[in-house]
């Protein structure tokens, strides 16, 4: 990527990323944009947008949520919103940065649509990395490419729709990657049945509703089903209970808070709906074993 590219890739984000509801779509040289924001990149963050970092070459950490994962030559890993992350201090790897908002991804919501959001990004129950193989190598390169020269173009006619494409083109070989990895780690089909939906539905609610306290039945209603029927799904597919899913979704977003956030422990509590602080104290401390100032201490002194 030329730096012309690169400097004109970079303004056209800019420009749009105080505006949440405005399409935004970047592409970023992952050397450079590590080297030029390691103060900030090296630390536990945020985005209030989504993001593909593909490390075409180098090793190292990249951490998501709490958990350290290895980077290997043609490692991709995708964050959600508000996911928090960070990159270890290697500035030596080769890649590709893409940062996306919702408004660009997705205009009229599909079945393709829904699945790359709620499946790809936001679903805490897959790894937030694959890597890709030499023959999808070749044909991710390409739409790098082809975004690349999209963005060079001048003309404006047009513009956005292709760029839409090149990026839903882009996220749909991960997608093709992930379902093959998933199959080969359980030696099954993967089948995008209507199973998978209704879970990655009740997973979204979930994402939607932590903090209001919703029930099981709550959420059941709200899918159209009984709650026996939503238990049955999530042991099946999860090995799960719904109501753990929902304390685990509980939890992860205090953690979230105490690392990232300026709020103290009784704010965190009451933003994720409890009434009583001491009661999430007891809560946070009854599933994690450590209480959330401990937390917020252990885990700024480690990152």
Not at 77 to 86: G, L, P
Not at 212 to 221: H, L, N, P, Q, T
């Amino acid at each position: 990527m030329n730096n012309k590219a690169t400097e004109n890739i970079i303004n056209e984000y800019h420009l749009n990323r105080h505006q949440p509801d405005k399409p935004q779509f970047a592409i970023h040289d992952l050397n450079g944009y590590v080297a030029k924001n390691q103060g900030e990149t090296t630390k536990p963050h945020i985005h209030s947008y989504y993001q593909i970092v593909w490390f075409r070459k180098g090793n190292g950490k990249h951490f998501v949520d709490f958990k350290e994962y290895n980077i290997s030559d043609n490692t991709v890993f995708f964050i959600a919103k508000n996911q928090v992350h960070y990159f270890d201090n290697n500035t030596d790897y080769e890649g590709v940065l893409l940062h996306f908002n919702e408004a660009f991804l997705v205009q009229k919501e599909s079945e393709t649509d829904f699945f790359l959001k709620c499946n790809l990004f936001n679903n805490p129950y897959q790894q937030p990395h694959c890597t890709v193989g030499k023959e999808t190598e070749a044909i991710l390169n390409e739409y790098i490419l082809q975004i690349e020269r999209e963005f060079e173009n001048a003309d404006e006619f047009g513009k956005e729709e292709l760029l839409r494409a090149y990026l839903k083109s882009f996220l749909i070989q991960i997608q093709r990657i992930k379902q093959s990895c998933e199959k080969t780690q359980n030696n099954l089909p993967f089948v995008l049945d209507e199973k998978r939906i209704q879970l990655i539905k009740f997973i979204n609610l979930i994402d939607e509703n932590y903090s209001k306290g919703f029930s099981v039945s709550e959420y059941a209603r709200l899918l159209l089903v009984s709650t026996r029927t939503l238990s049955d799904l999530t042991n099946q597919l999860l090995n799960k209970t719904p109501s753990l899913m929902i304390q685990e979704r509980i939890i992860l977003e205090a953690q979230r808070l105490l690392l990232h956030s300026d709020l103290n422990v009784n704010q965190i509590g009451y933003r994720l709906g409890f009434d009583d602080p001491s009661y999430f104290v007891k809560y946070f401390k009854k599933h994690t074993e450590i209480s959330p100032s401990e937390f917020r201490k252990v885990i700024i002194s480690t990152s």
